[in-house]
C-alpha cells in the first residue's frame, strides 16, 4: 500500500537535546512538507522540499533543520534552539504542490 | 498576504442534523481550496478539493462544499450527520505550492 509513514508515533526528550523525525512516503511523490500543530492553531509550515537536494524555510522554521537526500525521505530534526518544542508534528507529501496527503503525526514531549 | 478564516471554533450538533462548517478566505486570485478532517492523534485526511468549474463540489463521507466568490467563502456542509463524523475540521487555500490552513473548527457529535 502506497502511503506516508512517521515514526515514532510518541517520541520524548529531555530539554537540550536534538531529536530527528522521521517521514518516509512511497508515492513517488516529488513535494514533502513538516507542519507543526499546537492546539486553537491549526498547522504551521515548517520546511517543505519540492525536489531532492533542495528545500525551503515555511513560517515557523526557527529551531528546526532538514534534509532532502532522497526523493522517499525527509527526515526532520528539532534542535535545542527551538525554544518550545512540545507539539504534534505533522509530515505531508504532493505530487503537483496542491493535494497534499499526510502522515498520521509524532507527538514530541520535551521535558 | 493570504489567509483562511474559520469562525467557528467548535461545533455541537445532534446525530442526524445537517451540519455546516465556515471558511472564508483571503486572497487575490481564484484560489485552490481545500477541506481536511483530522480524527484524534491522527494525521488529516482530505475530504474534498475546488480548483475551478462547478461552484459545489461533492467529496467523500458525504460532505459537499460550495465556492463563492462574491463571499469569499467555502463552506462545507453535511445533510445528516454521524457520530463517526466528530473531529476536527481544516479549510486550507493553495498559496506559492503551499498550503496555508485555517484554525480549525472542532466538531462535537451527541445522540
Known amino acids: 500500500d502506497g502511503g506516508i509513514t512517521q515514526s515514532p508515533k510518541y517520541l520524548f526528550r529531555k530539554e537540550g537535546q536534538n531529536v530527528t523525525l522521521s517521514c518516509e512516503q512511497n508515492?513517488?511523490?516529488?513535494?514533502m512538507y513538516w507542519y507543526r500543530q499546537d492546539p486553537g492553531q491549526g498547522l504551521r509550515l515548517i520546511y517543505y522540499?519540492?525536489?531532492?537536494?533542495?528545500?525551503q524555510k515555511g513560517d515557523i522554521a526557527e529551531g528546526y533543520s532538514v534534509s532532502r537526500e532522497k526523493k522517499e525521505s525527509f527526515p526532520l530534526t528539532v534542535t535545542s534552539a527551538q525554544k518550545n518544542p512540545t507539539a504534534f508534528y505533522l509530515c505531508?507529501?504532493?505530487?503537483?504542490?496542491?493535494?497534499?496527503?499526510f502522515g498520521p503525526g509524532t507527538r514530541l514531549t520535551v521535558t | 498576504a493570504q489567509s483562511v478564516t474559520q469562525p467557528d471554533i467548535h461545533i455541537t450538533v445532534s446525530e442526524g442534523a445537517s451540519l455546516e462548517l465556515r471558511c472564508n478566505y483571503s486572497?487575490?486570485?481564484?484560489?485552490?481550496l481545500f477541506w481536511y478532517v483530522q480524527s484524534p492523534g491522527q494525521g488529516l485526511q482530505l475530504l474534498l478539493k475546488?480548483?475551478?468549474?462547478?461552484?459545489l463540489v461533492q467529496g467523500i463521507k458525504g460532505f459537499e462544499a460550495e465556492f463563492k466568490r462574491s463571499q469569499s467563502s467555502f463552506n462545507l456542509r453535511k445533510p445528516s450527520v454521524h457520530w463517526s463524523d466528530a473531529a476536527e475540521y481544516f479549510c486550507?487555500?493553495?498559496?506559492?505550492?503551499?498550503?496555508?490552513f485555517g484554525a480549525g473548527t472542532q466538531v462535537v457529535v451527541t445522540p
Open positions: 486572497y487575490g486570485a481564484t484560489p485552490y
Open positions: 522540499s519540492q525536489i531532492v537536494n533542495d528545500f
Open positions: 486550507a487555500v493553495e498559496s506559492w505550492g503551499k498550503l496555508q
Open positions: 505531508a507529501s504532493s505530487k503537483d504542490s496542491y493535494e497534499q496527503y
Open positions: 508515492l513517488n511523490h516529488d513535494a
Open positions: 475546488y480548483f475551478s468549474g462547478d461552484t
